[in-house]
């Protein structure tokens, strides 16, 4: 008898529960003309309004987070493309290397798709908000000082400087999050390219806050108290008004000093005027830089912190990268004092260590764009309207373009010369991550000092991972910097 009541119990749950997704697909399908239902990608919604968003917070909270995508892989094949109900919108998840690459570049029919919910934390005025037109002329205007060897090299002697310093300093400080640490070091150094100076105590505060606003990016736009969103939003409200105030002093600085001797991004964003001589509003202005302020250092700091952990794990090739390192410093000048954008360039080895901790974290595991008419991708078609899920890290993770993927190993690298869209850390096309550059340098001037003076003695090393918002031990690398003693003359 109970066996009964059990076996009638699963049964309409089960019932109850096709009911639920038959009632979302009627939802989102039922306005389409038949032709555009027939040709929609293979998948499902979910549950109603809520739709995908259990089952990808239930796989990103688990052990296995590729598992939310490679359930849709398992039940409807390997298509590439699967219709899902993400962020409260009808969607696609793409995750082959033609397609992204396809939907990247493609801006005749796409463009940005972010969720509400997160142009609502990054801002309305920022890269994600704005116009195609607007994006291009504010992307030619801050891109030209921080991507380019050239526009580099203005900030090296900073950005080595301030890694010394911070080394030494952790170094004396005992156990540390490593990570909150590495974060505070790629704060500074935005806050110096985009602010030139500001106060320790401006960018510690600063720095908090959008550790707040990143938990409530990927999460669901739910305004109530005790929720990831409603958090974020009151973090971006103080972080407008700490800008706000930034702003207005260095308005008031403009005017009684119209010549300022050195100019920064502000003062660049300051000067633009459009076609027609109109000039940026402050919203504009501080979208802009919180967008960049929070870009530019977050994907620094946790790269830079797994590339370290990564080469720790693997002595061999930790030894590599060093044995390089130290032959930079052999053929050095003995008057030169530090590095040079050339010695950078020839990190060769470095360079696949990166790339490697690039694809292996793959620090943004999607980005958002919008069908701007009906688009046929692979014979299936994506509606106007709908969202476009663009998965980096099923790319990044592909068994047939890397094998053992899961493995980290820079040697993959050697001489491998890999198809356009299966290696897209910074994203394609227009919108393509401009401080791409940038990053890469931060993260070589900090190995390169690491590697030759200090080692990284992890606390707990098989401690769990969370992988929302980004990838990252859930201690925050707690650890100790030992300074070595051996260590090398390179801080001279």
């Known amino acids: 008898m109970l066996l009964l009541l059990l076996l009638a119990a699963s049964s309409a749950l089960l019932f109850r529960h096709s009911l639920l997704r038959l009632l979302t697909r009627w939802l989102y399908e039922s306005h389409l003309p038949r032709h555009l239902r027939s040709s929609l990608p293979p998948g499902d919604y979910g549950l109603p309004f809520i739709g995908n968003m259990l089952s990808f917070r239930s796989a990103f909270m688990s052990s296995d987070p590729d598992s939310f995508v490679s359930s849709f892989s398992s039940r409807y094949g390997r298509t590439g493309i699967y219709k899902v109900l993400m962020f409260w919108n009808p969607s696609v998840i793409v995750t082959t290397p033609e397609i992204c690459r396809r939907v990247l570049t493609d801006d005749d029919n796409f463009t940005v798709g972010w969720p509400r919910s997160t142009v609502e934390l990054i801002g309305k005025k920022s890269f994600i908000g704005i116009s195609y037109e607007d994006h291009r002329r504010l992307r030619r205007l801050t891109s030209s000082s921080i991507n380019g060897m050239e526009s580099l090299s203005l900030y ?10 911070s080394l030494e300093k952790w170094s004396n400080m005992g156990q540390i999050e490593f990570l909150t640490e590495l974060r505070k070091l790629t704060f500074k150094i935005i806050m110096h390219v985009f602010l030139s100076s500001e106060s320790e105590p401006v960018m510690e505060a600063l720095e908090k806050e959008y ?16 929720f990831a969103y409603h958090n974020a939003l009151k973090a971006r409200k103080n972080l407008v008004a700490t800008f706000q105030s930034i702003v207005d002093k260095r308005r008031k600085q403009r005017r009684e000093h119209s010549s300022r001797e050195t100019k920064d991004m502000m003062d660049a964003l300051m000067d633009e005027e459009d076609e027609s001589g109109r000039k940026m509003s402050d919203e504009e202005i501080i979208d802009v830089m919180l967008m960049y302020l929070n870009a530019g250092h977050e994907s620094s700091g ?62 943004s595991l999607v980005v958002f764009r919008e069908a701007k008419s009906d688009v046929n991708i692979n014979g299936y078609i994506v509606p106007k309207g709908w969202k476009i899920l663009v998965w980096f890290r099923t790319v990044h993770l592909d068994p047939e373009i890397y094998p053992n993927p899961k493995e980290f190993d820079p040697s993959r690298w050697n001489g491998s010369a890999h198809r356009a869209g299966e290696f897209l850390p910074f994203g394609a096309g227009t919108r393509m991550c401009p401080g791409n550059d940038l990053a890469k340098v931060e993260i070589a001037v900090f190995l390169h000092h690491f590697l030759l003076n200090y080692q990284l003695e992890q606390a707990n090393p098989k401690c769990p991972v969370m992988y929302l918002p980004h990838t990252r031990p859930t201690d925050n690398c707690l650890a100790r910097v030992n300074k070595l003693s051996s260590a090398s003359n390179s801080d001279a």
Do not use: C
Request: proline share 5%.
């Open 211 to 226: 550790t707040t606003l990143n938990y409530g990016v990927r999460a669901l736009g739910i305004n109530l108290p005790g």
């Open 302 to 363: 946790h790269i830079t912190m797994w590339a370290t952990v990564m080469l720790q794990k693997h002595p061999e090739y930790l030894q590599r990268a060093k044995a390089e390192q130290e032959e930079i410093i052999r053929r050095r000048p003995p008057t030169q004092r530090g590095l040079t954008l050339s010695e950078i360039r020839q990190m060769e080895y470095l360079s696949k260590v990166i790339d490697e901790t690039l694809r292996l974290i793959t620090f």
């Open 156 to 165: 090296l002697t900073y950005i080595e400087e301030n890694v010394k310093t």
